[in-house]
């Protein structure tokens, strides 16, 4: 019975399991029961030599522990897949095992190490080394290297052999250790505050680069022509001398202790507008009244000044009535507006004209004092 491929429940390597869920990690391992070497039985009765370096002798360990079988059997299996295969093993790898080898991690071999392995694997051995024209010691290296870089990299396929799964090497890591607490918890909590942290970074960059488009967007608007990096400069730059004159200020203010009037004395004659000390402290004194609310006296004084003006308007209008063509329309043709309109109307009006007369009346002010 054939499975469906889009069925999770029914393929075959289904790995929709939580088992991994705390094993982050990769653990590279190989089934090497099948291997030559391992189904050999004949006695290791000869002996080779070689000279390792600190990294070297690390690689040996690092294969011993990916096959998983001892360091005689990781060397022994090494060897018998160079000799299957020795041009690619020295156009790839022998500049690291030469004897005269200035590559790191493969100087100062003051290491010795021996390996027992059967009479045919030396002969073989020793055959494939006069075959490529080195020595049984660059030999060893040799094998070494290149079956630990072909691992790494998965380059090479050793012979007879499967890989194990990262779950059975989890279920055999669990059976070995049964009582054993995760050593991983940390690592997995300070992992997710890192990618908290660093999603929390980007949105704040995203934000940021948002709101400088946007003025460079108002910016182009006002000066076209320019290019959108010569408006981006243009604008930082005024930005960061507009930090510079606030930082400014505000040390003054700090420093002196200066009140609200003397703080807009200060900006008016830091804004480059060449005013003398009387018209900055004029224009100061007006932006303060400004800012401040309205007396009762001033706002009777111009609700007067609003009915005089609208007396006289009454007056004029009726002296001098307009004088127009348009023909009047049907009453029945257009939609009559409803009183509470025309009283909105009337407010919103006058709301205009109190506005546009308190801003009259003190830039007027500010002339007078000024001439």
């Known amino acids: 019975m054939k499975t469906n491929p889009t069925d999770k429940n029914r393929q075959k390597f289904n790995k929709s399991t939580s088992a991994l869920s705390n094993w982050p990690f990769k653990a590279a391992r190989k089934d090497v029961s099948k291997h030559p070497v391992m189904k050999s039985k004949e006695a290791c009765s000869n002996r080779m030599v ?3 370096s600190q990294q070297e002798e ?17 060397l022994r299996i090494a060897l018998h897949e160079l000799c299957l295969a020795p ?10 095992a030469k004897s005269t080898s200035k590559e790191q991690g493969h100087t100062s071999r003051d290491r010795q190490g021996t390996l027992s392995l059967p009479k045919a694997e030396k002969e073989l051995a020793q055959k494939t080394a006069k075959q490529l024209e080195i020595t049984d010691k660059e030999l060893i290296r040799l094998a070494v290297i290149w079956v630990g870089l072909g691992l790494k990299d998965d380059s090479i396929k050793l012979t007879n052999t499967k890989n194990v799964s990262e779950l059975e090497v989890r279920r055999d890591w669990s059976r070995a250790n049964p009582n054993k607490k995760s050593s991983i918890k940390p690592l997995l909590i300070a992992q997710q505050k890192g990618m908290e942290k660093a999603e929390q970074e980007l949105d704040e960059r995203f934000i940021e680069n948002e709101i400088r488009n946007k003025k460079i967007r108002e910016y182009l608007k006002c000066n076209p022509g320019l290019s959108w990096e010569a408006a981006r400069i243009e604008l930082e730059g005024g930005l960061d001398e507009l930090d510079a004159l606030e930082q400014l200020i505000s040390q003054e203010v700090e420093k002196e202790s200066l009140n609200k009037l003397e703080e807009k004395i200060l900006r008016y004659q830091l804004n480059g507008w060449d005013l003398t000390d009387q018209e ?28 005089e003006m609208s007396r006289e308007e009454d007056e004029y209008r009726k002296k001098n009535p307009a004088k127009s063509n348009r023909k009047i329309p049907h009453p029945l043709k257009y939609k009559v507006r409803s009183m509470d309109e025309q009283l909105k109307d009337i407010d919103e009006r006058r709301e205009e004209i109190i506005k546009a007369q308190q801003r009259r009346y003190r830039i007027e002010g500010f002339f007078d004092d000024l001439f």
């Open 58 to 74: 690390m690689i040996v360990v690092g294969l011993s522990n990916h096959l998983q079988c001892d360091k005689r059997e990781a």
């Open 280 to 307: 900055a402290r004029q224009a100061a004194e007006i932006e303060l009244k400004e800012e401040t609310p309205l007396t009762e006296e001033e706002t009777e004084q111009l609700e007067r000044e609003l009915e």
């Open 50 to 52: 070689t000279m390792l």
């Open 87 to 96: 041009n690619a093993a020295l156009d790839k790898c022998y500049v690291y």
